[in-house]
């Protein structure tokens, strides 16, 4: 659908003086604002991420912010009631945004390549890439304490430390299981013996 017809689906919706037209020139104004993101070719899985290459900071922007979710309640609940008010500053916010998109230049293929690169290699697995360091970190300081004497001795303690706590876990976790089966066991026994009473 070209842009065109979106605006003129907005104008239509408007044009209707209904509350389902007011939500609808919500939707068709999200729909132009996710057109225009995707025309210029902005990376995300959603529109928030694609707002943030095209450089339209949210925190910045509570009418947008807010928008986008009303958009959402207004799918989520049909029975969403919709003020004259909050519809004006909504479709204020859509169409600001709409036009500073449409008026950016496109992104070119090395600027959009450089951004997937940075955002989803980098930012996305970020924390993936510190657990990998971790991980290396530990191996390699095993190694390098596996090849010298200091290390074989300081090795063996942790090892043993390591049997010492694991085995105090054990012994609690066993306790902790057979409190557990006493607790059952008791509350099991003055059940039947109240029922029995009831009887009696």
């Not at 689906?9 to 044009?15: F, I, Q, R, Y």
């Not at 998109?101 to 993936?128: P, Q, W």
Request: hydrophobic share 45%; proline share 1%.
């Amino acid at each position: 659908m070209k842009t065109e017809e979106l605006w003129r689906e907005v104008h239509s919706d408007l044009a209707e003086k209904s509350e389902s037209g007011y939500k609808m020139a919500i939707l068709d104004s999200d729909k132009l604002l996710r057109k225009a993101l995707k025309e210029k070719g902005y990376p995300g899985n959603d529109v928030k991420k694609q707002l943030f290459w095209a450089g339209v900071n949210l925190n910045a922007r509570p009418d947008l912010k807010k928008a986008l979710k009303k958009k959402e309640e207004i799918l989520e609940d049909y029975d969403y009631r919709l003020s004259s008010f909050e519809l004006e500053d909504f479709l204020n916010a859509y169409r600001k945004v709409i036009e500073r998109v449409f008026g950016g230049e496109r992104l070119s293929v090395r600027k959009k390549l450089g951004i997937y690169f940075e955002n989803y290699f980098f930012l996305k697995n970020i924390s993936k890439w510190k657990s990998i360091a971790v991980v290396l970190g530990i191996f390699l300081g095993i190694k390098i304490l596996s090849s010298t004497g200091i290390g074989i001795g300081l090795t063996d303690r942790v090892v043993q430390l390591d049997n010492l706590l694991f085995d105090w876990f054990l012994m609690l976790l066993l306790i902790a299981l057979a409190v557990g089966i006493i607790v059952l066991v008791s509350f099991v026994f003055l059940d039947k013996s109240r029922k029995v009473k009831i009887k009696e």
